[in-house]
């Protein structure tokens, strides 16, 4: 039987991911308005805004998509720390604060889980 991992973490990391890339698919549709609404005016539209916009999306999808996949790995005991310390890194370059509260849980999932096998932690660990 396979140990589960940290749920409130996985939750909260799952929930982060999901409003980052529903924020990059905003950003999208709300470029394409943009063109749309100049095209109909028939007015010339600069491009760098543009590539911003599109640069800032893309980088919301991918950080989603991380964050979504280290939510998963919460689920499992054996990978629990890697997908806790990959959310609140993730979290805290995108300033996600669903991914940086589900990091921290499953850091302290991880510790407790760790307590309960038994193993001796230095009196300075936190």
């Known amino acids: ?13 799952l ?7 529903l924020g990059g698919i905003g950003l999208i549709i709300k470029i394409i308005s943009d ?3 100049v095209d109909f005016i028939k007015e010339e539209m600069d491009k760098l805004p543009i ?29 629990l720390k ?3 310390l990959t ?3 993730l979290g805290l370059i995108s300033l996600n604060i669903f991914a940086i509260i589900g990091g921290i849980f499953g850091l302290a999932d991880n510790k407790k889980a760790l ?3 038994g193993q001796k932690f230095p009196k300075d660990f936190n």
């Open 87 to 89: 959310s609140l890194i």
């Open 82 to 84: 890697k997908g806790a």
């Open 115 to 117: 307590t309960q096998q």
């Open 51 to 79: 590539i911003l916009y599109l640069a800032i999306a893309l980088y919301f999808l991918i950080l989603g998509a991380w964050i979504i996949a280290s939510a998963f790995w919460m689920k499992k005991q054996e990978k």
């Open 15 to 21: 929930i982060g991911g999901i409003l980052s890339i």
């Open 1 to 13: 039987m396979e140990k589960e991992g940290s749920t409130t973490g996985f939750a909260l990391s």
């Open 35 to 37: 063109v749309k609404a």
